[in-house]
């Protein structure tokens, strides 16, 4: 994919004139490929189970171990590129990932396993903060929009793994998962060529810094509204958690499946969530963001609460209901906490990417370790009441229109 490269004088004329669509659709197609890599890891678990006899405690570690390495640096990163943008370091971070995999590949010690995992999610922790604001440099004023182009690359790319996991890993295990690093070769030739239309860019947005709306929420309401919308997304995010990281044990346990067949039901699951994922933002920029919020998170609690008593076929409708329901918030939860704190955008960013990822990570440890206690039908009952946390948004300040 090739991506122009343009001067910083054509950077109000390309707002002006709408989202620069080669852009948005490089760095989202390079986020598809960036989360494919990601979503290996789990959807590899039956195999790493299987092979060096590792229990669920253990399998939310390696999770930790991915998630925690990216949710501690995507901060960082984030903040430091507020300060001084790095064009290239999306190119890094990939080499991370690249390497992360290849290590993967060949690990035979638990520990070895960790530290793989921890080089893919080091990779997370360097591309997302810089991605979200390319992704926004190029959205032309529509940010809901471009954050779910973004947003979309990424749900899809997790979906992708427990598919290419059921079709490539199982039928030719663990040394598979070393061709993936092809697609992190791939991903570094992309975010090559983005970098040098981001580069010329740099300088421009120095002189084009945010200005506060007169009818902004106060710097009370803003950290009361930052501090409701990671409980929100604390929600979301360890519910998916949850259904990723375990779901096809849960299958597996409760109705016999192969790992094949529960990972063809994760896939449908991942893809309903990307599919959801797209349309959360360009409603959200059209009716106002905070009742996306309202919707995603309260509407998926009917089907939630269901899910624990349904058969094999009905949990798998039930799961696309809760993928395009649930998943259609993150993008508004993401832009409506950038535009509370437009002057710290990357830091911002990297904060709830950074929340995703390590809520994630926790919770999959801590769901691991009840899931060796109670069972893994009795984490699915605990976690089906999750989305109710969605009642929060009442305290969500309303936003100035043009914030929308």
């Known amino acids: 994919m090739m991506v122009p490269v343009v001067t910083s004088g054509s950077m109000a004329r390309a707002a002006a004139a709408g989202p620069a669509y080669i852009v948005l659709g490089g760095i989202s197609f390079s986020h598809f490929l960036n989360d494919t890599m990601q979503s290996l890891i789990p959807s590899v678990y039956p195999i790493l189970k299987e092979n060096y006899a590792l229990d ?7 999770t930790l171990a991915f998630q925690f390495t990216a949710s501690l640096l995507q901060p960082v990163v984030g903040h430091f590129t507020d300060k001084k943008a790095q064009p290239f370091s999306l190119c890094v971070g990939m080499g991370s990932t690249f390497f992360g995999l290849l290590l993967l590949s060949i690990a035979h010690q638990y520990l070895v396993i960790l530290v793989a995992a921890a080089l893919v999610g080091l990779g997370s922790a360097v591309f997302h903060p810089e991605s979200a604001r390319i992704a926004r440099l190029a959205s032309g004023g529509r940010y809901g929009f471009a954050q779910s182009v973004f947003q979309v690359g990424g749900s899809f790319g997790s979906a992708m793994g427990p598919l290419l996991a059921a079709s490539i890993v199982v039928p030719f295990g663990q040394p598979s998962i070393a061709w993936f690093s092809s697609i992190a070769f791939l991903a570094i030739i992309i975010l090559w060529r983005i970098g040098l239309w981001y580069r010329p860019q740099i300088a421009a947005r120095k002189f084009a810094a945010p200005q506060p709306h007169p009818d902004a929420p106060s710097s009370r309401r803003v950290m009361i509204a930052l501090v409701v919308l990671v409980a ?90 809760i993928g395009l329901i649930i998943s259609s918030t993150t993008s508004s939860i993401i832009v409506f906490a950038q535009e509370l704190m437009p002057h710290r955008f990357g830091m911002i960013s990297g904060v709830f990417f950074g929340v995703a990822f390590g809520i994630g990570g926790l919770g999959a440890a801590v769901l691991g370790k009840v899931a060796d206690h109670t069972g893994i039908a009795f984490v699915y009952q605990v976690c089906a009441f999750l989305p109710a946390i969605g009642l929060l948004a009442i305290f969500l300040p309303k936003m100035p229109r043009s914030a929308h």
């Open 232 to 321: 929100l997304l604390f929600s979301k995010q360890l519910y998916v958690s949850s259904l990723s990281s375990y779901y096809m044990f849960y299958l597996i346990d409760k109705f016999g499946v192969s790992t094949q067949a529960a990972q063809l039901y994760l896939f449908v699951f991942l893809a309903a969530n990307a599919i959801g994922a797209f349309f959360g933002g360009p409603i959200g920029d059209r009716f106002g963001r905070k009742y996306v919020i309202w919707f995603s998170i309260l509407g998926a609690l009917p089907f939630t609460l269901a899910l624990p008593h349904a058969g094999l076929v009905t949990g798998a409708v039930l799961t696309v209901f």
């Open 56 to 62: 669920f405690a253990q399998i939310g570690l390696i």
